[in-house]
Every structure is written in structure tokens, then in C-alpha cells.
């Protein structure tokens, strides 16, 4: 089964521009999460997609970020215009639908992606 | 607001050590616990999980986890780490099935061989 998938794995802009980052969750997963790593420090909570719909962006720093997962499968992250302080390790998880364990088809497990590493020059 | 904590930033051992990673987290009602590792050029992948039950959780590689309530807390732990435990671990907390996942702020873990 393929895992969470991410592009790209490094971008390097310039203040200003515009970068779009994509996230292909695990197949079927309804939950679809975006976080945010800078310099080392915790990994924050961006949002959280329930199929198409966003669930909870109060993660969003400001709205030169915007988010899609346009019929509720793959999403796209946009940066727009790309500022020094957004640089960072973004990263993209999913998970199951919405149920509670033990039910062994919903685990309660994030899977994550390896991460898109953004560099604002 | 749901936060954790983490108690060191970098710890270093060497192998055969034993290991207790601090976790600590605040949020009043039911929550599910989870830690995570990212070893080095690889993506975040879970260690071990709380829902319910047996407050002592096992995970791959030989780590435990101890849930206590009442200290609001989920330290992870190991008998003997190894070189190739060398990574960074990450608690996380969520309030609800599905929702948000907050993380701590990571550990970083040095074995020296």
C-alpha cells in the first residue's frame, strides 16, 4: 500500500513568489492534516481536511496561505507570496475516517508524508 | 487550548542504556496519546499509541509507554537504547478521534555506540 506522498521534497523560492506544495494521502483516508516545522521547533498544526471539507484551519498563520483538496483526495497547499519566516518543513498526514477504536479498520494513527522542506530566500 | 510538553531537548546515552523520554500534556477531558520518531532522513512514523485499557502500552522496538492520569503524563521509556535508536521523538495528544493532533516540541536522542 502506498503511503502518504509529497512534492516537492525541497523547494527553494525567493520572497515574494509563489510556491504550491501537494500532499497524495493513503487511499481512503478520509482525514488529511497539514503541519508545519520551522527551525527545529514543534510541529505545528496548519489544518485539517474531512474529505473535501475543511474541518479546522484555525492553524493557518495568515491568508497568503490557502489550502484545497478538491474532491476530497489529493490537497494542495499554497504559499503566495512566500515570506522569509514561512520557510520550514511542511508535512502532510492522513487518517481513517471517523469512528472509534478498537475498531481495527480505524487505527487513530497518523500517517505522514516525508515532508516538503521550503527555503525563502 | 490542548498543549505538550516535552521535558528534555536533547538527551545523549550510550548503548545499553536505559531511556525515559518526559511527556506531559494539558487538557481536562479524555485523550489519546501517541509518540512518534523520525530517525534521521526518514518521515515521522508512530512509535505507540493510547486509547483506552492497560495504562503500560507497548510499541515496536522494544519501547513502553505509561499513561498516568493523574500526573497528566505518558513518558516513554526503553531498557536498553541502541545506536540505532538515534532520532528525534515526538509526543502527540488528541482530544478526539479524528481531530487535531498537537505535538510536543521533540527530543532529540543521541546514542553514542
Known amino acids: 500500500e502506498a503511503g502518504v506522498t509529497q512534492f516537492p521534497s525541497h523547494s527553494v523560492i525567493e520572497k515574494g513568489q509563489t510556491v504550491t506544495l501537494r500532499c497524495d494521502p493513503i487511499s481512503g483516508h478520509d482525514n488529511l492534516y497539514w503541519y508545519r516545522r520551522v527551525m527545529g521547533k514543534e510541529i505545528k498544526f496548519l489544518l485539517h481536511f474531512v474529505k473535501e471539507s475543511k474541518q479546522d484551519e484555525s492553524g493557518m498563520p495568515n491568508n497568503r496561505f490557502l489550502a484545497e483538496r478538491t474532491g476530497g483526495t489529493y490537497s494542495t497547499l499554497k504559499v503566495q507570496p512566500a515570506e522569509l519566516e514561512d520557510s520550514g518543513v511542511y508535512f502532510c498526514?492522513?487518517?481513517?475516517?471517523?469512528?472509534?477504536?478498537?475498531?481495527?479498520?480505524?487505527?487513530?494513527?497518523?500517517?505522514f508524508g516525508e515532508g516538503s522542506r521550503l527555503t525563502v530566500l | 487550548a490542548q498543549s505538550v510538553s516535552q521535558h528534555n531537548h536533547h538527551v545523549i546515552l550510550s548503548e545499553a542504556a536505559s531511556l525515559e523520554l518526559g511527556c506531559n500534556y494539558s487538557?481536562?477531558?479524555?485523550?489519546?496519546l501517541f509518540w512518534y520518531v523520525q530517525y534521521p532522513g526518514q518521515h515521522l512514523q508512530l512509535l505507540l499509541k493510547y486509547f483506552s485499557g492497560d495504562p503500560l502500552v507497548k510499541g515496536i522496538k522494544g519501547f513502553e509507554a505509561e499513561f498516568i492520569k493523574s500526573k497528566f503524563s505518558f513518558n516513554l521509556r526503553k531498557p536498553s537504547v541502541q545506536w540505532s535508536d538515534t532520532a528525534e521523538y515526538f509526543c502527540a495528544v488528541n482530544a478526539y478521534y479524528g481531530q487535531n493532533f498537537v505535538f510536543g516540541p521533540g527530543t532529540r536522542l543521541s546514542v553514542l555506540p
Open positions: 498526514a492522513s487518517s481513517q475516517g471517523l469512528g472509534k477504536p478498537p475498531d481495527t479498520a480505524n487505527t487513530g494513527e497518523l500517517f
Open positions: 487538557y481536562g477531558g479524555t485523550v489519546n
